[in-house]
């Protein structure tokens, strides 16, 4: 079995998988423009993403492991045949999204991108921040990052109200809603979270509405997908202090256009779409892989980690 490896990491990753899979041949490339003719032999592809002309020279490829949660960058290539299997990494992103959530609220809390400006201008100002103790939060989607989150709002002894389509017990929810009271929930709590996937039914599911309910002290974090938000509503809200401020780290249009107003506005912290990554990331992929590949060896399909139905 032939395994083709992109990544900038392809030597620590070819390291961990010859070690334990001694039967696979394994290609390795920094990027594309390093595979050479191991796209003809691939089997197996383990990447973030690869291009369609790539894909159309694997004519033996039957399976793709993509190492982020979202798929869409292979879902959108034409050459990949729909006998070939395509699974995620989904499930292993909960410590690093959880921790950049709490960064959002933490900074946004404290101004600290006005202490950061006043460092650089060598300005001595004090302010009271505001804490997360007590404080009231919304978390939109409570799958393995969602609960993430809630469990560290619950070490800052906040009040964590769930919002999804199934409702489950989990220890770190105080209350569960469905999303068909999200504005009511929204009028109640302090930060709304929303770290809900996109699918045709969350497609700029938080908009005007939403942001009317929210308290205008409230805080709007996204860390999810950006196309649940409708981005020019988001402005809106901010421009207008419909709410206090938003902390974000994904957009409609990535990278942000130097156009958006969401670059100039005092009450908005951003980042480029960073909170998924994190400086274990390969380490964190690999059981995941690694548990599909002895399954894929062994004989099994459908019954793979985060088999995507397409």
């Given at each position: 079995?032939?395994?083709?490896?992109i990544d900038d990491r392809v030597a620590y990753i070819q390291k961990h998988i010859a070690a334990k899979f001694?039967?696979?041949?394994?290609?390795?490339?920094?990027?594309?423009?390093?595979?050479?003719?191991?796209?003809?032999?691939?089997?197996?592809?383990?990447a973030i993403k690869v291009s369609d002309e790539l894909v159309s020279r694997a004519k033996g490829l039957k399976?793709?492991?993509?190492?982020?949660?979202?798929?869409?960058?292979?879902?959108?290539?034409?050459?990949?045949?729909?006998?070939?299997?395509?699974?995620?990494?989904?499930?292993?992103?909960?410590?690093?999204?959880?921790?950049?959530?709490?960064?959002?609220?933490?900074?946004?809390?404290?101004?600290?991108?006005?202490?950061?400006?006043?460092?650089?201008?060598?300005?001595?100002?004090?302010?009271?921040?505001?804490?997360?103790?007590?404080?009231?939060?919304?978390?939109?989607?409570?799958?393995?990052?969602?609960?993430?989150?809630?469990?560290?709002?619950?070490?800052?002894?906040?009040?964590?109200?769930?919002?999804?389509?199934?409702?489950?017990?989990?220890?770190?929810?105080?209350?569960?809603?469905?999303?068909?009271?999200?504005?009511?929930?929204?009028?109640?709590?302090?930060?709304?979270?929303?770290?809900?996937?996109?699918?045709?039914?969350?497609?700029?599911?938080?908009?005007?509405?939403?942001?009317?309910?929210?308290?205008?002290?409230?805080?709007?974090?996204?860390?999810?997908?950006?196309?649940?938000?409708?981005?020019?509503?988001?402005?809106?809200?901010?421009?207008?202090?419909?709410?206090?401020?938003?902390?974000?780290?994904?957009?409609?249009?990535?990278?942000?256009?130097?156009?958006?107003?969401?670059?100039?506005?005092?009450?908005?912290?951003?980042?480029?779409?960073?909170?998924?990554?994190?400086?274990?990331?390969?380490?964190?992929?690999?059981?995941?892989?690694?548990?599909?590949?002895?399954?894929?060896?062994?004989?099994?399909?459908?019954?793979?980690?985060?088999?995507?139905?397409?």
């Open positions: 079995m032939h395994l083709l490896i001694p039967e696979l041949v394994i290609y390795g490339a920094n990027d594309e423009s390093d595979v050479g003719d191991s796209a003809e032999k691939a089997e197996i592809i383990l399976w793709v492991q993509s190492m982020a949660t979202g798929v869409d960058p292979f879902l959108n290539l034409p050459s990949l045949a729909k006998d070939v299997l395509l699974t995620s990494s989904r499930g292993m992103h909960g410590p690093q999204m959880s921790e950049m959530t709490i960064l959002f609220m933490l900074a946004l809390n404290r101004r600290f991108q006005d202490n950061i400006l006043n460092q650089n201008k060598k300005i001595w100002d004090r302010w009271p921040g505001r804490l997360l103790w007590q404080k009231k939060v919304a978390i939109l989607g409570i799958g393995v990052v969602g609960q993430a989150i809630a469990e560290k709002c619950k070490a800052f002894e906040m009040t964590v109200y769930g919002i999804d389509t199934v409702k489950r017990e989990v220890q770190a929810v105080d209350h569960f809603f469905e999303p068909e009271q999200l504005t009511e929930v929204l009028g109640e709590v302090d930060y709304f979270v929303n770290v809900v996937p996109l699918t045709v039914e969350t497609k700029k599911m938080v908009g005007a509405k939403e942001f009317s309910a929210m308290k205008p002290t409230a805080f709007y974090i996204s860390v999810g997908r950006g196309d649940t938000v409708d981005e020019e509503a988001l402005i809106e809200a901010l421009r207008t202090g419909k709410i206090a401020g938003a902390g974000i780290d994904v957009f409609s249009t990535e990278p942000l256009p130097k156009e958006s107003p969401l670059w100039d506005m005092r009450n908005v912290i951003m980042t480029p779409h960073i909170g998924g990554l994190s400086d274990v990331y390969i380490d964190q992929m690999l059981p995941i892989f690694e548990e599909n590949l002895r399954r894929f060896l062994q004989g099994e399909r459908r019954n793979l980690v985060n088999l995507i139905e397409r």
